[in-house]
């Protein structure tokens, strides 16, 4: 586990920030010969004002190369096309001529995605560049009209209403900490069979609310340049992540060892956190797996979110994933609810099942729903969804471990029949 978060730190902090709406780079025709084209950035305008700002440092230079901006609002059609025919395609074609200057983007019925490319004079010429070509350092800013129409808005339209969603979530977070954490941890200070899975959740929801609190920090300071605070991004995806790997090495360790359990024909030794190989293998073996999924997924998706994106290969595989361990504890379950004789059993293991699946299975089913949406409102569902649909799976599974009649009555002998649990003695406290 330590060398897990240690070796995703690394990787989140030197890997490619967040998308910026306020992109800072240098035009090389060399890259945009090779490419046909070079890649800047892409971005959903919208509204009647939506503009884009770009700056050089050396307007002459642009001049002479005859460069250029070029707009497309969809690359996938062109790759099939020759360099000049690819060029003259364009949707909107910006020559850089001056240190600073606008472009207005045409107002469509809905927002569109746009991909912001560069080219120059050689990057369709076919003979071989005799000199060595000077870079051009620039700085573009994407800007959609904000509610008074006037074009300040740093959010693509796929990210609007990420900001106030945030806030709002962070709000709720703290009037709920002043609710619940002493409560809570009156509840924890007590110990009991149960306490390291009350941890493991402490653990996870602080986690959750870490990340959405940075993501607010960082689409604040976003809202204002257009850059953010990309560490600060990847802080709160690193905390999601833990969170993540967390919740499924004691989901599948409280599934393989109620199973377990229930197979052995001693029970006199409580069923400890770590005393089943079996359990600790597959947890361990499914952590290793969704940690190097989740380590692949950053170099596939530079343009990463505090959620996970599912654009990528690995991204599809971590879905495939959560709805294979769905599967798998629903299984698990359905051996145990079969042949369980007492129904408050049957209604604990099944109301440990809905936290299951639905900490597992948003992600998978809020993708498909989201294909029946627009593009641009497609990541704001998911993003909002998981978080919101995670939260209430801990919430689901906190109320059904702190119930101590329900958690008595499926303990009774002993706590022999739930892993995870502490020594005899502790039960005397009680």
Not at 222 to 247: F, H, K, N, W
Not at 349 to 367: E, R
């Amino acid at each position: 586990m330590f060398v897990f978060v240690l070796s995703l730190t690394i990787l989140l902090f030197t890997s490619c920030p967040a998308t910026a709406k306020t992109v800072s780079g240098v035009f090389r025709s060399d890259a945009a010969r090779e490419t046909r084209g070079q890649y800047i950035t892409r971005f959903q305008f919208h509204g009647e004002n939506a503009v884009i700002v770009c700056r050089v440092d050396d307007a002459h230079v642009a001049l002479q190369r005859e460069a250029r901006l070029l707009l497309f609002q969809g690359l996938d059609a062109f790759d099939n096309l020759s360099c000049l025919e690819r060029v003259s395609a364009a949707h909107i074609s910006i020559i850089v001529s001056k240190a600073e200057q606008n472009q207005t983007i045409p107002q469509q019925s809905s927002p569109q995605l746009w991909y912001v490319m560069y080219a120059d004079r050689y990057t369709c010429q076919e003979e071989q560049v005799d000199r060595q070509l000077e870079d051009i350092h620039f700085q573009i800013i994407l800007l959609n009209p904000d509610a008074e129409g006037n074009p300040l808005d740093h959010f693509s339209a796929e990210e609007a209403g990420l900001h106030s969603f945030y806030f709002l979530s962070v709000l709720a977070y703290f009037v709920a900490s002043c609710i619940y954490v002493q409560p809570l941890w009156q509840a924890l200070s007590k110990g009991g069979p149960m306490l390291t899975v009350l941890k493991v959740l402490s653990t996870a929801l602080f986690l959750q609310g870490t990340s959405v609190l940075l993501n607010y920090v960082h689409m604040a300071r976003y809202a204002r340049d257009g850059i953010g605070m990309p560490l600060t991004g990847s802080l709160a995806e690193l905390c999601d992540m833990i969170a993540q790997v967390q919740m499924v090495y004691m989901l599948l360790s409280l599934c393989v060892g109620w199973s377990l359990s229930r197979s052995r024909k001693s029970l006199s030794k409580p069923l400890q956190w770590d005393s089943s190989p079996v359990s600790t293998g597959v947890a361990v073996a499914t952590v290793i797996t969704q940690a190097a999924l989740l380590i692949w997924e950053q170099f596939e998706d530079t343009e990463h979110h505090s959620f996970h994106s599912h654009h990528s290969i690995a991204g599809r595989l971590l879905m495939v994933l959560r709805v294979a361990l769905a599967l798998f504890l629903a299984s698990v379950i359905y051996k145990m609810v079969s042949t369980e004789r007492s129904s408050l059993k049957r209604d604990f293991y099944l109301s440990f099942t809905k936290g299951c699946f639905l900490w597992f299975l948003c992600q998978p089913v809020l993708v498909v729903f989201s294909l029946t949406l627009n593009e641009h409102q497609r990541e704001k569902v998911v993003t909002i969804g998981v978080i919101l649909c995670q939260c209430i799976s801990v919430v689901i599974l906190y109320q059904l471990f702190l119930s101590r009649s329900l958690y008595w009555e499926v303990s009774s002998l002993s706590s022999v029949t739930l892993p995870l649990t502490m020594k005899r003695t502790a039960r005397d406290r009680y």
